[in-house]
């Protein structure tokens, strides 16, 4: 049987439910809907198998960030293909693609963050980070300090121990985790869980919440902290802007590692390279991926400071993967960091896209059903609410909502995706002016049409 793009729809369904498990889904209602196959993109705009023109508000999953269909990507992996498509890292070999991307990306990372251990992916990075500072301490003589903080509703991956690191409940309820050794702090949610206090209280409560777990924990036996500048997964929340100052203020007090999750704040999201230079953030270790490549090969890693670098080569690091460093994968990444660099595409986001993103984004707020709108560079969200006054939840479930948003999103040709009742942008970075009016009118559009629906359905209540 040969499938392709032409194959009908509904075949194209019956074959995926019958044999693809899909990630984060709930299976068996997938298989009575009928997923949407998508088949062709470019630029910002994905083609499905019914012939819908989409404009992607989601860069795919926060990842393409370079913008769909770009050949120089393609033949960067074709060439690499035929020079040589695999080779590994391990056993004192090396090759080209890898020290290139490694230098490339020493040279862009800030500060001292100047060496570069490979994955696949963010969920193989953080696993490595999680090793490597434990080893860190070991070796620095101190091999109690075992225990990683980090934040409840934040998001580091999907593998026992990245997800472990991450905060998302539904994810711990099932196959054992959280592993041991690691402890959740609140995040700096003001909109939802601020209460009566003004967002620099609330910020600077939230941060001091990592003092007290460090207290509580004994400093001694605290290896690090890992948080992203701005969660993306748990619904883009942007701290106050007391929040990572005090953060820093606390990790250089008691002399614990920092690992900044740049997973989706890294290569030009916030309007910088990385979140850490947008947010005023000093890691030791960052965690990159999707980008990194705009998602054109599964490539990510941790970029790592020359002091950790230096402990970690004092040993045998017992770790790695047979993809660390793929040759293909590095070239597709260098690659697409030398058109975001030559195309001048992180600094238009910053000086020109952005701002006007963010201009038309905030005029959401004044839609009823919206209680804020924020934005930094080119990841934004939006808080549905019953009453924006009070900053209120919904008596229905949370993400009953942002479910009935989202399926009218689809429906008018948007992607935006809903996290509870949080709508989500997250952009290709290529998007032009033109296209973020077309994706705030459809945003808009599909708001009022939420709205219709929640009134008539009866949801318009406050918890
Ligand atoms: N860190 C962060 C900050 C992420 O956002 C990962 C690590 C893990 O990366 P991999 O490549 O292993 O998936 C991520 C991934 C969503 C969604 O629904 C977000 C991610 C992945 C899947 C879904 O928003 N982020």
Redesign the pocket.
């Known amino acids: 049987m040969t499938l392709s793009a032409n194959t009908p729809t509904a075949e194209l369904q019956a074959l995926d439910a019958a044999h693809h498990m899909h990630p984060?889904t709930h299976g068996a209602g997938l298989a009575a809907k009928g997923a949407r196959v998508i088949t062709r993109a470019e630029g910002c705009w994905l083609t499905d198998s019914d012939g819908h023109r989409i404009l992607d508000g989601m860069a795919g999953?926060?990842c393409v960030n370079i913008g769909y269909g770009r050949s120089e990507l393609a033949e960067a992996a074709r060439r690499q293909m035929l020079e040589l498509p695999f080779y590994n890292t391990f056993f004192q070999t090396t090759h080209v693609p890898a020290i290139a991307l490694a230098k490339r990306l020493a040279d862009l990372a800030p500060g001292d963050l100047n060496h570069v251990f490979f994955a696949s992916?963010?969920?193989?990075a953080?696993d490595t980070n999680l090793r490597m500072v434990r080893t860190y301490w070991a070796e620095k003589g101190q091999p109690q300090r075992q225990w990683i903080i980090s934040r409840w509703n934040g998001?580091?991956?999907?593998s026992v121990g990245?997800g472990s690191l991450g905060g998302m409940k539904g994810m711990h309820a099932q196959g054992g985790m959280p592993i041991p050794g690691i402890a959740h702090i609140d995040q700096p949610h003001w909109w939802l869980e601020g209460g009566q206090t003004s967002p620099e209280e609330f910020g600077l409560m939230r941060a001091r919440q990592l003092e007290e777990k460090i207290l509580e924990l004994g400093p001694q036996n605290v290896a690090a902290f890992i948080a992203?500048p701005i969660q993306?997964?748990g619904g883009v929340i942007v701290p106050p802007d007391s929040y990572w100052p005090e953060i820093q203020r606390i990790v250089k007090q008691y002399g614990i590692l920092l690992i900044a999750?740049e997973?989706?704040c890294g290569f030009g999201r916030t309007g910088n390279w990385f979140g850490a230079q947008t947010l005023g953030i000093t890691p030791d270790i960052m965690?990159i991926?999707?980008g990194l490549s705009s998602g054109y090969q599964p490539i990510?890693g941790s970029i790592v400071s020359d002091e950790v670098a230096e402990v970690i080569g004092g040993t045998e690091f017992n770790h790695g993967y047979t993809y660390s460093g793929h040759p293909v994968a590095c070239a597709v990444a260098l690659e697409n960091l030398r058109l975001l660099d030559e195309e001048g595409i992180v600094t238009r986001v910053r000086e020109e896209t952005a701002p006007y993103l963010k201009d038309r984004f905030e005029s959401l707020a004044e839609h009823p059903l919206v209680g804020e709108a924020r934005i930094v560079g080119m990841m934004g969200s939006i808080a549905l609410t019953p009453d924006k006054a009070s900053r209120a939840r919904f008596e229905a479930e949370a993400g009953t909502v942002g479910f009935l948003c989202r399926e009218r999103c689809f429906a008018n040709n948007l992607i935006m995706?809903h996290v509870y009742d949080r709508m989500i942008v997250s952009p290709p970075l290529v998007i032009s002016k033109d296209e973020i009016d077309i994706l705030i009118d459809r945003a808009w559009k599909s708001l009022d049409q939420t709205l219709v629906q929640v009134k008539a359905e009866g949801l318009m209540r406050s918890a």
Not at 121 to 124: T, V
Not at 155 to 158: A, I, L, M, R
């Open positions: 984060f999953l926060w992916s963010g969920s193989e953080n998001y580091h991956g999907s990245s992203e993306g997964a999750d997973v989706i965690t991926a999707k990510g995706r």
